[in-house]
């Protein structure tokens, strides 16, 4: 069958996204990116409740769909394993089984829908090798490496800078959802989860100072370092953040990311706490949920925080902030309006758009924000 790429303004009848009785989620990765996609199956979910979705996705953002009161089933796509055999014949039998097993898995389920909310040839082969008797992903240039040729239908966004949230939401309502209110996560938080987070919030509380809790994120993955605001900036911040509001610092990191906080850490004259290591993203989630504001790049874990309802402040270069910016909190934006920003250049060395962010702009919006959430206790 042939694909048609259409728009929301392009469809003259309004299907009825309940049709579907079993429905495919495609996206692998990254975990904000998994993130700006839960409100989307969540609408859908609240306007179709008898429809059973399940989730396909990589193991580094698995964890955040666990025990999702939208999802029935999620299903984990362990790229690593794939790779790994084309580097090592040895292991080529390995990953050969394994990619079998999940095919075998997805074609029991009989998916009525796919929706390959990823877009790229990976997303788009496995959605095409589901068996589902439809398929729908992203038209082009949103759909990337020729992974619209495997879908039957294709969705044009309205815009190239649409956020992320909205571009999700767009595709559902290209099915039939009419999202309403402002963007839900409902990540599944457990008592567990809090109680795994206590170690470090209990650290927290031994700190001196009666001021706000901030936790602040300088990490970011390996692929990511280019969005990464410099230490000596951190330090700067966090010195003053803690002197002139009696802040109480929490300081949180991912999968190779110790070395960096632990860096922060021995240089400000502050006493800080680093942040235990976290079995789960979810556990990563219940800590920010303690805290009062969140302060970091354009990451995963900003998204992580927003998703918990922390308010965020983020720090930009170059990225987009339109497409990227945190949705559902309040939030506020600093970045340096350098001529190439935003780049997305990996490749960049100089990081001339967050060197050119100084602490101080910084300073301002946090206490900026934080004056606008004790002002709305009071209106309360």
Not at 112 to 119: E, I, P, R, S, T
Not at 155 to 162: D, G, I, R
Not at 285 to 301: E, K, Q, S, V, Y
């Amino acid at each position: 069958m042939r694909a048609g790429f259409l728009s929301i303004s392009e469809v003259s009848v309004t299907p009825d996204p309940c049709r579907y009785r079993r429905v495919l989620i495609i996206r692998l990765s990254a975990i904000g990116d998994v993130l700006r996609t839960l409100p989307a199956v969540n609408a859908w979910r609240k306007a179709c409740p008898q429809t059973c979705f399940t989730w396909l996705v990589e193991p580094a953002a698995a964890s955040l769909l666990e025990g999702h009161p939208a999802l029935e089933q999620v299903l984990v796509f362990d790229r690593g394993l794939w790779s790994a055999g084309w580097r090592s014949p040895r292991r080529l039998g390995r990953g050969l089984r394994a990619l079998w097993v999940l095919l075998k898995t997805l074609r029991a389920q009989k998916f009525d829908l796919v929706v390959d909310a990823h877009g790229i040839l990976k997303s788009a082969l496995l959605a095409w090798l589901s068996g589902a008797r439809e398929r729908v992903g992203f038209a082009r240039p949103d759909a990337k490496e020729g992974g619209q040729f495997f879908y039957q239908r294709g969705f044009k966004p309205t815009s190239a800078e649409l956020n992320r949230v909205d571009r999700a939401l767009q595709l559902v309502s290209f099915l039939g959802v009419a999202p309403a209110g402002p963007p839900r996560y409902c990540l599944a938080l457990t008592a567990g989860h809090r109680q795994a987070a206590a170690a470090s919030l209990w650290e927290l509380n031994q700190l001196p100072g009666n001021g706000p809790v901030l936790v602040l994120h300088p990490g970011s993955s390996p692929k990511t370092a280019y969005k990464r605001w410099p230490c000596n900036s951190y330090v700067g911040l966090i010195n003053v953040l803690v002197e002139k509001l009696a802040a109480r610092v929490l300081l949180t990191w991912g999968p190779g990311e110790r070395e960096t906080v632990e860096l922060i850490a021995g240089l400000v004259r502050v006493p800080v706490v680093v942040a235990q290591k976290t079995a789960s993203l979810l556990e990563l989630a219940a800590m920010f949920a303690a805290c009062d504001l969140f302060i970091g790049g354009d990451t995963g874990p900003m998204h992580l925080a927003a998703a918990v309802g922390t308010p965020v402040v983020a720090i930009f270069g170059p990225t987009h902030p339109q497409v990227n910016a945190p949705r559902g909190v309040p939030w506020r934006l600093v970045r340096y309006p350098l001529f190439c920003s935003p780049c997305r250049k990996r490749s960049c060395k100089s990081r001339l758009c967050l060197e050119a962010v100084g602490w101080r702009r910084v300073l301002a919006e946090v206490e900026g924000l934080l004056q606008d959430e004790v002002s709305k206790v009071y209106e309360r």
